[in-house]
């Protein structure tokens, strides 16, 4: 989906739009006042104070139809420039306007407007020539937002749109959307019980229901799995630390504003946990190691909290608590290679097996010009950066360099993932660190039995779960494989007084073969049954009649399709052996 910001001539003409809107808007209510109208990836939007009256989904089209009518008018777009008096003059009955304008700097001593037949407006443009530009617009919702972004503040009223080009551009778009839409995990979570939020509980802190949990179990496994049969060993730790780990750490200094405020108990002073690296340098440096101990690789599936704004949260895919899918991998410095080779081929496996496609690499390096954020050592930088570029390219994968990305403390490899709708997201990282051992004081005895400080690599495949789980709703549009869904069959006797007592044998047999299943023996016509077992996306539906039940065979529907192919029961459980096993 383009990202209307960074095109140079949609960002002008979405803005310009945002104008159009406003006018029609002041037309059709006015005593609206404004406050801002910028251009945003997804188009544009603009916060309106319209007083006692309140719009929704419905009064779009009225809105429309009035910006249609002033677009067919066609007046030009004019810029004029006035001192910052004259402005506070122009707007005095706009509180918004004039709070806009009395911040400003004093020595911008011109100000901007754009005018348009009978609506003038606070801008620094660019804008298109005319309005009769302007045809090929829809707007898209209306919400509402805190002025300034305070919850102190009014609320105020904010409509989205979008402009193109062309009547086309703009019909596709509207199609990506609606695609969106259809894709988008919070729908998606919410009809197949996956997880759930509450006010009461706090935003952006997720609840799994069982049909999520049982998801969650299932990917915790899956990647638990794989880290043993690579020599990784699990260790759990609380989540949350004294102050002082993370001054020890560094992350005090760098990542405060993303962390949780303090808490004292009993003159200590503790802070919820945003990442587990702190926590597992400390494990390493609870005992001696020799160079024989390593690679030591620690991994945990570990719950953090950090703090992210209320307007950045999304679902399941942006919140305050998220588990990490984390491991911390201590080598010698040439085991470095081996060790970040061992993480790129465990990240292509899963991507493999979970059928991701459409990913590439980045390598995060520092901003040798950034002396504040990144740790000044400027050997360590170069040593760290040319063993990760080395690596890559020993292994002959494509990646691209991205300046200043870096974690503070050393240069990571993203795999960066394009979700069917919407932006690329980072599912995988590997960071390689000089930084973190040294601080904490970390050592192994080499071989010469000489004091040496271990390099770590910081590795997570999924990321977050949270976020993980959110990525392959929408990428499977919620069906997702057998191996992972959370009911695996759902048997519906056609008629649960006589078929009944047959679809709970056929329920028991499959359980005590372990098959994730639900037996549907309500007094609900079959029709009924079968449309809420599609629309719960049950990759298997089992029809049950007199012929099953006389032959003990079973009927089978897969998700989406409406052929039914009867097999025996011995039969139907290899089937889905394999395709469990296969992870199909």
Known sequence: MINIKEDEKLNVKNHSCAHLMAQAVKHLYPEAKFWVGPVIEEGFYYDIDLGDNTLTEEDLPKIEKEMKKIAKDGKRIIRHEISKEEALEQFKDDPYKIDLISRMDEDETVISCY?????????????????????????????????????????????????????????????????????????????????????????????????????????????????????????????????????????WDHYQESMFPKMEVEGEEFVLRPMNCPHHMVIYGNELHSYRDLPLRIAEIARDCRYEASGALKGIERVRTFCQNDSHIFCTLEQVESEFKGVVDLILECYQELGIKNYRFELSLRDPEDKVKYHPDDKMWDEAENMLREVLNDLKIDYVEKIGEAAFYGPKLDVQVRPAVGNEITLSTCQLDFCLPAKFDLTYVDADGEKKTPVVLHRAVFGSIDRFIAYYLEETKGALPVWLAPTQVKVIPVNPEYQGEYGEKVTKLLRENGIRVELDNRNEKLGYRLREAQTKKIPFTLILGDQEKTDKTISYRLFGQKDTTTVSQKDFVKLLQKQIEEKK
């Open 115 to 251: 005018s348009q037949g009978d609506f003038t407006d606070l801008c620094r443009g660019p804008h298109v020539e005319s309005v009769k530009e302007l045809k090929n617009f829809k707007l898209l919702k209306v919400s509402g937002a805190y002025w300034k972004g305070d919850s102190n503040n009014k609320m105020l009223q904010r409509i989205y749109g979008i402009c193109f080009e062309t009547p086309e551009e703009l019909e596709n778009h509207l199609k990506e959307l609606a695609e969106a839409a259809e894709r988008d995990h919070r729908k998606i979570g919410k009809d197949l019980g996956i997880y759930m939020m509450s006010d009461l509980v706090g935003r952006g802190l997720p609840m799994y229901l069982p049909n999520g949990f049982t998801l969650w179990n299932l990917l915790e496994n899956y990647i638990r799995n794989k880290e043993l049969d690579r020599g990784y060993v699990h260790v759990q730790t609380p989540p949350l630390g004294n102050v002082e780990l993370y001054k020890t750490s560094g992350h």
